[in-house]
């Protein structure tokens, strides 16, 4: 995912799974308008394996609630966990879940 029409600063998380596994998240350092995505890109170095995927949720929903309790917003985020199916987070300064 990308963004060219971006104006403005970013934040960027960064998450190192293994010494050949990289995750890199950028978002705009503001709340994005209400309906629109605050995720600008989102870059994998080296090449994940299913082993990952627990980790990367758990490393996903502690950015987005970072995000949530900083904005001082609710924010839900989707995650795939298969062809037709999608698990569901919530984050929000109110709502602490522990993954």
Wanted: charged share 25%; hydrophobic share 35%; proline share 5%.
């Amino acid at each position: 995912m990308s963004s060219t029409n971006w104006v403005g600063t970013r934040m960027k998380f960064v998450y190192r799974f293994s010494c050949s596994v990289i995750r890199e998240m950028m978002v705009s350092d503001e709340p994005p308008p209400k309906g629109t995505n605050h995720i600008h890109e989102l870059k994998w170095s080296g090449q994940p394996k299913l082993k990952h995927l627990r980790e990367y949720v758990r490393w996903s929903h502690v950015v987005h609630e970072h995000l949530a309790k900083l904005w001082n917003l609710r924010l839900i985020q989707f995650v795939q966990v298969g062809p037709e199916l999608w698990e569901c987070g919530h984050m929000s300064r109110a709502n602490r879940r522990n993954f």
